[in-house]
């Protein structure tokens, strides 16, 4: 019998250390639009206390602190909410983690670049919140979702697509687009199309008027924050002036505009069917998914 419960308080002291080193988190700090996503869609989102300034999603952050932007997060307010889980993403890493060290707080960061991260990301969100059935469910949907969407476009003409991200408002200076290895490019080629630009080393790049005239895509798909705004420019006007564009002559440069669409998260769905609907209606019109 002293053999046996000797056995036993080691088997209950080793039981409470892992415990202890790996308890669920109950008060978690994202601070990212797509961790915050992402913790909604594996079921964790109830225990968020708080969030960054550009998270929208779901509705109920909007009663939630804000604890800074996206490289700007405010360390004095995270230690202040005392989470015992920090969420970002990898290329914030290096705007925040020391400060978080420092304070010995405890934090993840998930890859965000290629559509393979963003199933990364969902699975270890859902380990390190102790939601990995329901991760693992967000992942098969979201698989399968997209595989749809692929079945639907796969013997479709593939369009060359020009994709930018970031440029000056009203203007093409300091224009960045998105590459072969970027999660958007990754949307662009399960929709049907692709990339027109070469592959970055990132998956973005800055690209001149002169390049784009070189590339000559057959469509433009332009990232425009707040172009739904009365203020806003109008895109296509901004794109005539390169009338000798195909896509331009064609009346084929769109502005997209929405709030999941700059996100790696789940809704990376989302962002693969407006894809779609610009490069391959037909596919949606005789119901292909």
Not at 90 to 118: C, M, N, T, Y
Not at 225 to 244: I, M, Q, R
Request: aromatic share 6%; with cysteine.
């Amino acid at each position: 019998m002293g053999t046996l419960r000797r056995l036993l308080s080691v088997f209950l002291v080793a039981a409470l250390v892992t415990l202890a080193a790996d308890p669920i988190p109950h008060r978690i700090a994202s601070l990212s639009p797509s961790t915050t996503e992402i913790l909604y869609g594996v079921g964790a989102f109830p225990r968020v206390i708080a969030v960054s300034q550009y998270c929208s999603y779901p509705p109920e952050v909007a009663k939630l602190p804000r604890i800074g932007g996206w490289q700007t997060s405010d360390i004095e307010s995270i230690v202040a909410i005392h989470p015992d889980l920090v969420v970002l993403t990898k290329a914030q890493e290096p705007f925040i983690v020391d400060r978080l060290q420092a304070f010995g707080l405890h934090w993840i960061a998930v890859p965000s670049e290629s559509l393979a991260d963003v199933f990364t990301a969902i699975d270890t969100i859902g380990k390190a919140t102790g939601n990995s059935k329901q991760s693992a469910d967000l992942i098969r949907q979201t698989h399968a979702s997209l595989d749809n969407i692929r079945r639907a476009t796969k013997v479709l003409p593939r369009r060359s697509v020009l994709l930018t991200v970031s440029r000056t408002p009203g203007t093409l200076s300091d224009l960045y687009v998105a590459t072969e290895g970027s999660y958007l490019i990754d949307l662009v080629e399960i929709a049907g199309g692709r990339s027109a630009v070469a592959p970055a080393r990132t998956g973005y790049g800055k690209i001149s008027k002169e390049a784009i005239l070189t590339l000559n895509p057959e469509v433009i798909i332009d990232l425009v924050p707040g172009s739904k705004s009365k203020l806003a420019e109008h895109t296509t006007d901004v794109w005539n002036d390169l009338p000798e564009l195909r896509a331009v002559r064609e009346k084929h440069v769109y502005a997209v505009d929405d709030q999941f669409v700059p996100h790696p998260s789940q809704f990376v769905t989302h962002t693969a069917e407006i894809f779609e609907k610009i490069l391959h209606p037909e596919a949606l019109k005789r119901g292909g998914h």
